[in-house]
Nanobody, 120 residues
Framework: QLQLVDSGGGLVQAGGSLRHSCVASGSTSSIKSIGWYRQAPGKQRELVAGISSGGSTNYADSVKGRFTISRDNAKNTVYLQMNSLKPEDTAVYYC??????????????WGQGTQVTVSS
């Protein structure tokens, strides 16, 4: 069973930085990709950044040049470095993993989410 624990949220002033961590445990070898999502009050959950098992990355246009997703395979951890934060980055941030299941469709699992609040 694959599990994710994410951490790193907090309160920061505009222009500041935060780093999220997402630690995977269990069947980590089955992971195909991990993404960071966020959901602001009254809005749909959106993909912020993703990284595949091969190392390719993708970002939402709104965070390009400010956020960086990276991973440490030895620690089964994916990071989201967030710089130059803006009030509109305020949201609950979740990590999500897509994993392969033998002879079945891919599965996905979510972290518990952490609040990021950016004050102006």
């Amino acid at each position: 069973q694959l599990q994710l624990v994410d951490s790193g949220g907090g309160l920061v002033q505009a222009g500041g930085s935060l780093r999220h961590s997402c630690v995977a445990s269990g069947s980590t070898s089955s992971i195909k990709s991990i993404g960071w999502y966020r959901q602001a009050p009254g809005k749909q959950r959106e993909l912020v950044a993703g990284i595949s098992s091969g190392g390719s990355t993708n970002y939402a246009d709104s965070v390009k040049g400010r956020f960086t997703i990276s991973r440490d395979n030895a620690k089964n951890t994916v990071y989201l470095q967030m710089n130059s934060l803006k009030p509109e980055d305020t949201a609950v941030y979740y990590c999500n993993a897509i994993y392969s299941v033998w002879r079945r469709p891919d599965g996905d699992v979510w972290g518990q989410g952490t609040q990021v609040t950016v004050s102006s």
